[in-house]
């Protein structure tokens, strides 16, 4: 069992995943923990856990497609052809 601590408590983790930031190499995993016997977002910012909203997590998912919507573009360029990508 993994266990974090956000705030000077210890959660459960029950879930980790990772976590991309343009250009920045730390704050590299996220995670959901049982609080109170729900599901909760915890988040890091320099190394510091937090418990995070939804949305922030949800804003995280649409910089990933962007980012590889335009990495698809560049291969589609260089290629010249269009690319099964997935």
């Known amino acids: 069992m ?3 601590t956000v705030k ?3 959660y459960e983790v029950i879930h980790e995943f ?3 930031h343009e250009g920045w190499e730390c ?3 996220g995670f959901v923990v049982n609080k109170n016997e729900k599901p ?3 988040l890091s910012d320099h190394g510091s856990f937090y418990f995070a909203k939804n949305k922030e997590l949800e804003e995280k998912i649409a910089e990933y497609r ?4 335009l990495s698809k ?3 589609v360029m260089i290629y010249n ?3 099964d990508i997935t």
């Open 2 to 4: 993994k266990v974090i």
């Open 8 to 10: 000077g408590k210890e």
């Open 18 to 20: 990772p976590v991309m």
């Open 27 to 29: 704050d590299h995993c």
């Open 40 to 42: 909760a977002l915890v």
């Open 66 to 69: 962007e980012a590889m919507k």
């Open 73 to 75: 573009q560049a291969l």
């Open 81 to 83: 052809k269009k690319l």
